[in-house]
C-alpha cells in the first residue's frame, strides 16, 4: 500500500512537472490540470491545447484510469485478505480481552483445561484460553471463550491475554516443563498474582511450586484421592458435591475475602450465624486456618472466610 501510495504521489508530480517544462504553464494551472485530468472528471481545459498537449494530456488520463482501477484492486484485495486471514476477528478478540478485568488466563485446552474452563463460566467467570494449537483455540472459540494464539511460556503471549488484569493464572498443558517455564514467566510479569499448576508426572509439583505456583494439583493423584473417598465416605463425599455444585442447591459452601469497608468488615462470626450464614474456617493475611471459630470473632480486611448456607445468602455476602 505504501509503494502504491508512492507511486501515485509520483505520477501527480510527473504530470504537473510536463505541463511546466513543457508547455511553460504557471503552477496553479499545472497542478490543477494534473488533478481532473487523473481524477477523471470531465472539466474543461485550463488553457488551450495543440497536438503535445492533447497527447500528453491523453496519457495522463490513462494513468489516472490505471490509478482508480488499481486503488479499488488493491483496497478489495486488502479487505479479502483481512476476512481469510482472520485479522479482523483476531483484533475483535484483543479489543475485548482488553476491557476485560478480574478474569482468568487459562493454558492449555486439551481435556483437563477445556473442564476446568467450563467449571469456570458455570460459576460466572470469564476466562481467555492461550494455546499454541489453532485446533484446540477453535474448539475453545466455539465454546464461547476468548482466545489467544501464541505459546504460553512467552511473555508477550501472557501480556496479550491480559495476565496484568486478571484474577488468575491455570496453566494445565501437558507437558511438566512447559508448565514451569509457563510459572516462571507469568510470576514474573506479575509477582501478586494467584498461579495454579497442573503436575503431570511424580515429583512435579515441587519444580512448580519452586517457579512460584500458589497451587500445584496433580490430576492422576486428585482422582485416586476422590475414589477413595467415595468408596470411604460416599454420603460426605456426596454432600461436598452438593455444595460446591453449580446449581440451585438449597446449601452451598464458598471461599469470601473480607473488604475493607464491606459488608463483612467489622462483623462477628455470631451476627453472620443470626442472618443463616456458618463460618467453618477463617484464614487471616499471614496465618493458618481458624477452624471453627467462636461467635464473638470479629471479622477484619485481608481475611478469608469458609462459609456455608443457603445459596441465596452466599451470593449477597459475595456481591460485596
Known amino acids: 500500500m505504501a509503494a502504491w501510495l508512492v507511486i501515485v504521489v509520483s505520477v501527480f508530480g510527473v504530470g504537473t512537472a ?179 499448576g497442573r503436575a503431570n508426572a511424580a515429583g512435579s509439583e515441587a519444580k512448580l511450586e519452586q517457579a512460584g505456583a500458589n497451587r500445584v494439583v496433580s490430576p492422576y493423584t486428585m482422582a485416586g484421592r476422590r475414589i477413595a473417598e467415595l468408596a470411604l465416605r460416599p454420603k460426605l463425599a456426596e454432600f461436598i458435591d452438593l455444595a460446591l455444585s453449580t446449581g440451585e442447591e438449597a446449601f452451598s459452601l464458598e471461599e469470601v475475602a473480607v473488604v475493607a469497608g464491606g459488608q463483612l468488615d467489622g462483623r462477628t462470626v455470631g451476627e453472620l450465624r443470626a442472618d443463616g450464614v456458618f463460618t467453618l474456617a477463617i484464614l487471616p493475611e499471614d496465618g493458618q486456618y481458624q477452624a471453627n471459630p467462636p461467635d464473638g470473632r470479629r471479622l477484619r480486611p485481608g481475611e478469608s472466610l469458609v462459609l456455608s448456607g443457603s445459596s441465596a445468602l452466599l451470593r449477597e455476602v459475595r456481591a460485596d
Request: negative net charge.
Open 18 to 196: 510536463g505541463y511546466l517544462a513543457l508547455f511553460h504553464w504557471p503552477l496553479s494551472d499545472a497542478l490543477y490540470m494534473t488533478v481532473i485530468t487523473l481524477t477523471t472528471v470531465g472539466y474543461k481545459e485550463v488553457r488551450d491545447l495543440d497536438d503535445a498537449g492533447r497527447a500528453w494530456t491523453g496519457a495522463l488520463t490513462v494513468a489516472g484510469v490505471g490509478i482508480i482501477f488499481g486503488t479499488v484492486g488493491i483496497v478489495v484485495e486488502s479487505f479479502v485478505q483481512e476476512l481469510t486471514s482472520g485479522g479482523r476477528e483476531e483484533r475483535r478478540m484483543a479489543d475485548s480481552i482488553a476491557k476485560l478485568r478480574d478474569h482468568f488466563v487459562l493454558c492449555g485446552y486439551g481435556r483437563v483445561g477445556s473442564t476446568v474452563a467450563r467449571q469456570l463460566v458455570e460459576r460466572g467467570n470469564v476466562v481467555v484460553v492461550v494455546d499454541i494449537h489453532g485446533e484446540s483455540l477453535e474448539r475453545a472459540r466455539r465454546e464461547g471463550h476468548l482466545v489467544v494464539l501464541g505459546d504460553a511460556t512467552d511473555d508477550a503471549t501472557l501480556i496479550a491475554a491480559g495476565i496484568s488484569r486478571a484474577r488468575a493464572l491455570v496453566t494445565t498443558i501437558d507437558s511438566d516443563a512447559n508448565n514451569v517455564y509457563v510459572v516462571l514467566s507469568a510470576r514474573a510479569l506479575q509477582p501478586d498474582l494467584f498461579i495454579l
